[in-house]
């Protein structure tokens, strides 16, 4: 189980809560979910999270990756528009770090 404040991810059932409660993910926001956290308080880089996630091979438009961010941000998120975990860091890419 990883965690970081109130948010659990269990990678042997995907499972993710916070504050104990459930959220239903998709894959692709599994994927990002557990990429993050395997790295907590680290700013990953645009480049590295679409790789990390859709493979070395991504060839497409780098906006996919501001969809799911936001997709996440909606599921993980108390305040989606004011993210307490999931913090943009402009031009460099995101990082995953409690308030």
Do not use: C
Not at 10 to 28: E, P, Y
Not at 37 to 47: A, C, D, G, I, Y
Not at 85 to 94: E, F, P, S
Request: aromatic share 10%; no cysteine; glycine share 10%.
């Amino acid at each position: 189980v990883l965690s970081i404040g109130d948010l659990e991810l269990n990678q042997a059932n995907h499972d993710v809560r916070r504050g104990g409660r459930s959220i239903q993910l998709s894959n692709k926001e599994y994927q990002l979910l557990l990429f993050l956290m395997r790295s907590p308080n680290k700013v990953q880089s645009r480049l590295e999270i679409l790789h990390g996630v859709w493979g070395e091979s991504f060839y497409g438009d780098d906006n996919l990756l501001d969809v799911y961010i936001r997709y996440l941000r909606q599921k993980i998120e108390r305040d989606p528009k004011n993210p307490g975990y999931l913090k943009t860091i402009r031009g460099i890419g995101y990082v995953l770090e409690p308030d």
